[in-house]
C-alpha cells in the first residue's frame, strides 16, 4: 500500500509543476549569443527572457582550425599535367614554329606570331568601336 501512495505522489507531481506556470505562451524575448573562449554564459534579465548561448570558438577574429594548415603551394602540390606543360613550353624553344632565335626552326613562328597578334588588335579595335558608337537609352 505505501508503494502504490508513494507511485501517486510521484504521478501527481510533474502534473502539479505543469500547471503552476504558463505553458501555453512563447517567451516574450530570446536572446542568442555567440560566446568565445572562456566566456560565461549571462544570466536572464526577466522571468520572460530565454538566453540562448553556443561556444564559438576561440577568437571571432581567429581562422577556424579547419582552414589553418592548408596544403602547401609549390611543385609538390601543383598538378602533374601542369608540370608537365611548364616542361613543354620551356622545351619548345628552337623547335619550327616556337618564334624562338635558339635553334633552326624557331625563326618559322614568327610570323605566324605576328599574324595572331595582328589579327588579335584588330578584335578588339571593333569590339572598342562598337561599344562606342552603341545607341544610348535616352
Excluded: H
Excluded at 37 to 46: L, M, Y
Aim: hydrophobic share 35%; net charge neutral; charged share 25%.
Amino acid at each position: 500500500m505505501l508503494s502504490t501512495l508513494l507511485f501517486a505522489a510521484l504521478m501527481a507531481a510533474p502534473a502539479v509543476a505543469q500547471d503552476s506556470g504558463r505553458q501555453d505562451e512563447p517567451p516574450k524575448r530570446v536572446r542568442s549569443i555567440l560566446l568565445y573562449g572562456d566566456e560565461k554564459c549571462p544570466p536572464a534579465e526577466s522571468p520572460d527572457e530565454v538566453v540562448v548561448c553556443a561556444n564559438a570558438g576561440d577568437s571571432p577574429y581567429r581562422i577556424p582550425k579547419r582552414f589553418r594548415n592548408q596544403p602547401k603551394e609549390g611543385p609538390a602540390s601543383n598538378a602533374w599535367t601542369n608540370r608537365v606543360e611548364t616542361v613543354e613550353e620551356f622545351n619548345r624553344a628552337g623547335l619550327p614554329n616556337s618564334c624562338s632565335p635558339v635553334g633552326t626552326g624557331g625563326q618559322t613562328g614568327c610570323t605566324r606570331a605576328m599574324i595572331r597578334q595582328w589579327y588579335q588588335e584588330r578584335l578588339d579595335a571593333k569590339a572598342k568601336a562598337a561599344r562606342t558608337t552603341a545607341p544610348s537609352d535616352d
